[in-house]
T-cell receptor
Framework: DGGITQSPKYLFRKEGQNVTLSCEQN?????MYWYRQDPGQGLRLIYY???????QKGDIAEGYSVSREKKESFPLTVTSAQKNPTAFYLC???????????FGSGTRLTVV | KQEVTQIPAALSVPEGENLVLNCSFT??????LQWFRQDPGKGLTSLLL?????REQTSGRLNASLDKSSGRSTLYIAASQPGDSATYLC????????????FGPGTRLSVLP
């Protein structure tokens, strides 16, 4: 079955460490997105990519980095510069043109 | 700048009731609107996608309508069931390419048995 896989489901990080969240899709979608979800604040866009080797900052990109070396993969690195990284992170993808999103199941990151 | 709001923020109803969730957006020049469901601690599941040329979409007990001119969409759930308990979010594209969605804060629905 086609879909989006996020891993790991839960991730714990010590302060000062970088961590990378994985997002893989086999839907042949061109665009991929990373969102952050905090209680009571809804989803906020971190980064998005509409084509391989290209990506753009979203509303809250500071302290995060991404790469898009393959169409299927869009990993997100949470760097030590991100002051409040504890959150639920969601990856999504969409096909070219005017179409909707497909979401992964999310990664919950906790800083300890 | 596109902004999306949803009312009510939370709703609790007895099983079997029909209910309506509301979504409003500030920029009516949208290509489409999508409704999602989110269960606690899970990702978002797409329920309905309405293109700008459509006025409504139906899937089972769900019916979503779109009124671009007034900047509104409604999600109608018929004969609600406890399994419908979840948070419902609507989203519209933030740009003219039709992608890169802006999300509302969601309506948290509880259907009591």
């Amino acid at each position: 079955d086609g879909g989006i896989t996020q891993s790991p489901k839960y991730l714990f990080r010590k302060e000062g460490q970088n961590v990378t969240l994985s997002c893989e899709q086999n839907l042949n979608h061109d665009a991929m997105y990373w969102y952050r979800q905090d209680p009571g604040q809804g989803l906020r866009l971190i980064y998005y990519s509409q084509i391989v080797n290209d990506f753009q900052k979203g509303d809250i990109a500071e302290g995060y980095s991404v790469s898009r070396e393959k169409k299927e993969s869009f990993p997100l690195t949470v760097t030590s510069a991100q002051k409040n990284p504890t959150a639920f992170y969601l990856c999504a993808s969409s096909p070219r043109g005017v179409n909707g999103y497909t979401f992964g199941s999310g990664t919950r990151l906790t800083v300890v | 700048k596109q902004e999306v709001t949803q009312i009510p923020a939370a709703l609790s109803v007895p099983e079997g009731e029909n209910l309506v969730l509301n979504c409003s957006f500030t920029d009516s020049a949208i290509y489409n609107l999508q409704w999602f469901r989110q269960d606690p601690g899970k990702g978002l599941t797409s329920l309905l996608l309405i293109q700008s040329s459509q006025r409504e979409q139906t899937s089972g007990r769900l019916n979503a309508s779109l009124d671009k001119s007034s900047g509104r969409s409604t999600l109608y759930i018929a004969a609600s069931q406890p399994g419908d308990s979840a948070t419902y979010l609507c989203a519209v594209p933030r740009d003219n390419y039709g992608q890169n969605f802006v999300f509302g804060p969601g309506t948290r629905l509880s259907v009591l048995p």
